[in-house]
């Protein structure tokens, strides 16, 4: 119990795993949000009840949210990938798009805009900047379904996506122990609970696979992710 309690002040690594067509998307840092103030162009007053609409073009889905009365709003629980068509839609305004917006896994992305008055002619351009995420906490690293498809993978154990990560030498990250990384498929812990397998996963002593590398869409080494506030 006194182990347990002194290793939770150490750097903590999660290893995150997003599964190509899961059921459910997790909270946390296994999947993404989307977030930020809509407000009208030239005055900046917040613009309530406007209708938000995020896209994947891709796959068709759509998430929709409408903005509370200071003009925020919050998207959760978004899968990662896109691209995403990002719609403002709002009463008396112009309606109001961007396109080609990419999340990665765990990403809080500030997406803030501005609409006009149906009366006025404007060309709304933008760029979202994918590296803008205040949340972010400690370096994270994130190999995506392309890179993982073109790494020779020798066993194909995913765990070996770790020798990717500038952080991490063998299995110990940030140069802590590898008993306390935690394992992550689709927000839940796939942890080795009685710490014999040398890469951390149930079975790993019998050299068993928890998953398939077609199976997987990203996976994210995190390294510390807490919140500094």
Known sequence: MQRYAYSLIKLLA?????????????QGVT???????????????????AFIELKNTATGDSLTALTSADGTYF???VPPGGPYTFTVVGSAYKQAIRKGIQLQLGQRLQVDQ?????????????????LKDKQR??????????????????????????????QVNGSSVAGQNNRYNNIQIDGGANNDLFGLAA?????????????????????VVQVAPFDVR
Do not use: C, H, M, Y
């Open 14 to 26: 999660v290893l995150s795993i997003f599964i190509v067509a899961a059921p459910a998307w997790a």
């Open 31 to 49: 999947g993404s949000a989307v977030t930020g103030t809509i407000s009208e162009a030239g005055t900046g007053n917040p613009v309530p009840g």
């Open 75 to 77: 998207i959760d629980n």
């Open 114 to 130: 501005t609409v006009s008055f149906q009366e006025e002619t404007i060309v709304i351009v933008d760029r979202v900047d994918p």
């Open 137 to 166: 906490t400690g370096p994270s690293t994130t190999v995506d379904r392309d890179t993982i498809s073109k790494l020779p993978l020798q066993g194909r154990n995913f765990t070996d996506l770790l020798s990717t990560v500038p």
């Open 199 to 219: 890469n951390g996963t149930p079975g790993g002593q019998a050299n068993a696979k928890p998953i398939s590398i077609e199976a997987i869409k990203e996976f």
